[in-house]
């Protein structure tokens, strides 16, 4: 089985293992999962001062090793201060040239400028996301996503602070139910369907159901709708990015009530010339330990690990078209006749038995590669 190389850049809290800020579940659900001839090999290194382990990651990176980076920001500018390590100048090169090449990324932040130090002077993802304005931790314009719990105790938060039994006023001790939940996410329709990153396969049918579902928070960045003309000509290449998913801001703990509001969790892009794609999220609480611990138990958890995977098998875009290319050419499927139409590829057995290999593993169908621009690679057969 072919194994696909994602390299995690992590910083602050996030590197340092805090225990409510690990990522030990996101990377579970990426190394855990393989399907359609591939699987993912995630190798996770600190963003801070130098050291050989960075270094030794960014030579990887420019030798080909990894297809995918995905960056995880907390660094932050506090006045005239610095809180983090500013990315150098040196590995944005190795970043963009790596992009160049093809390579996917993925980068998120938090509320104010959580994550800038890392994220924002990278080209296309310093503008698909807000990373040094509003909205703020604390103030009227903060997003806030938290939905009021269902466990009445609040046990998760609990026990990360030293376990025993819940006390009877424990609202006053915790006043903030805050990173238990989920909260509600609607995607983008394009002719009545959500874009391959908010999909979920459903056996194979079509259309395919929707990810609705990702952990609250009490303070989130945000996902720009639209980008500059000066950008969108330049380092988009005319091709917009696209937000593909929205919440809702609801003004619910207790900080002084903010202004609900629908703003953009999730975006991308996708370029035309072979670069490589973008994602980007409103914040890194989509996916640390303290944020899936609660859902993970409910069924929204499975909304929550179809997004990551997603992420994953999006930013990967040759990884299933060159599985389902090995599979339609060992199985027969008549690909190579320039008279046979798209229709009755798709009614083949082989091709069909794909798509049901890809529902299993989890694939989108959407995220399968066209099927006419496949017909010239493969080679010409019965239909069986």
Request: net charge negative.
């Amino acid at each position: 089985m072919d194994t696909v190389g994602i390299l995690m850049l992590l910083e602050g809290v996030v590197a340092l293992a805090t225990p409510r800020y690990r990522l030990d579940r996101l990377q579970s659900v990426l190394r855990g999962w393989s399907g359609f001839g591939f699987r993912y090999d995630v190798d996770a290194v600190r963003y801070d001062d130098a050291n050989a382990q960075l270094d030794a990651a960014f030579d990887d990176l420019a030798q080909g090793k990894y297809a995918q980076l995905w960056l995880i920001g907390t660094g932050q500018r506090a006045g005239a201060d610095l809180i983090g390590k500013r990315l150098a100048d040196a590995h944005r090169a190795s970043i963009h040239a790596f992009m160049a090449r093809g390579g996917g990324v993925f980068a998120t932040g938090d509320h104010d400028d959580v994550g800038a130090t890392l994220c924002e002077s990278i080209a296309r993802v310093g503008k698909m996301r807000t990373w040094s304005s509003p909205p703020s931790e604390g103030g009227l314009d903060r997003i806030d996503t938290c939905v009021a719990s269902p466990w009445p105790y609040r046990r998760g938060r609990i026990e990360r602070q030293g376990g025993g039994a819940p006390p009877p006023n424990l609202r006053e001790v915790h006043p903030l139910d805050e990173d238990e939940a989920i909260k509600p996410v609607w995607p983008t329709l394009v002719d009545n369907k959500p874009h391959p990153l908010m999909q979920i396969p459903a056996g194979g049918g079509w259309p395919p159901a929707t990810i609705r579902w990702l952990p609250d928070h009490a303070h989130e960045g945000a996902c720009r709708e639209a980008v500059a003309d000066e950008d969108l000509h330049g380092a988009f290449e005319s091709v917009p990015p696209t937000v593909v998913a929205w919440s809702a801001a609801t003004g619910y703990d207790a900080k002084p009530v903010g202004k609900p509001r629908i703003y953009g969790a999730v975006a991308c892009h996708d370029p035309v010339s072979g670069t490589g794609r973008v994602v980007v999220d409103s914040t890194f609480h989509h996916m640390t330990d303290e944020n899936t611990e609660m859902p993970r138990m409910t069924p929204a958890w499975y909304h929550v690990e179809q997004y990551l995977l997603n992420v994953a098998n999006w930013l990967t875009r040759d990884a299933a078209e060159a599985s389902i290319r090995h599979f339609l050419a060992q199985n027969g499927a008549a690909l190579g006749d320039k008279g046979i139409g798209a229709q009755a590829i798709m009614s083949s057995p082989p091709y069909r038995r794909a798509v049901e290999l890809a529902a299993q593993a989890r694939i989108p169908r959407d995220m399968l590669p066209d099927l006419l621009d496949l017909r010239p690679a493969l080679p010409a057969a019965r239909i069986a």
